[in-house]
């Protein structure tokens, strides 16, 4: 059976905000991850990744939209960096959930559902080391999970970067 013109017609769109994402989200300077492309089930869980296949994460301390996480934080959690022509294409592929945030810094972050979405300098692709992770920079209590495809946010495991369940102090 040959695919309607309509099949192929999304099949199109679909591919190509994927190579929009993959060519166009993130930056160079520093500033954070790569573009948002897909879900990927990671450790058993399905979350939201970078082009590189670096799980993304939220903080539930930025729910009400103030970026906290900037200085020292940045050097562990890399804010991904986006264009309105970044989000339209996310848009685009995976829903109406994405947005972006002023930083402070004038930058614009990548939002899912609302909250600002960042990699984890400490693990590589196709991890989740950060989920469930909990930190403190500059007096404010960060508690990281994993950016899951179902909308949940409730990290899966709890994370702390030693055997005594203390978390980084900065």
Known sequence: ?????????????????????????????????????ASAKVDGT?????????????????????????????????PVVAS??????????????????????G??????EGLPLYTFAEEGAGELKGDGFTDDFQGTQFVWAAARTDGSETPSKSSTPDDNGGGYGY
């Open 1 to 37: 059976m040959r695919p309607s013109t309509s099949h192929l017609a999304r099949a199109v769109v679909a591919a190509a905000a994927t190579a929009l994402l993959a060519a166009g989200c993130g930056s160079d300077d520093g500033g954070g991850g790569s573009a948002l492309v």
């Open 46 to 78: 399905d979350v939201l990744t970078d082009a590189d296949g670096h799980t993304l994460y939220t903080a539930e301390v930025e729910k009400d939209g103030k970026i906290r996480c900037v200085d020292a934080c940045t050097e562990f959690w890399k």
């Open 84 to 105: 309105a022509a970044d989000v339209d294409a996310a848009n685009s592929a995976l829903g109406d959930e994405f947005g972006t945030v002023d930083r402070p810094d």
């Open 107 to 112: 930058k614009s972050q990548l939002t899912h």
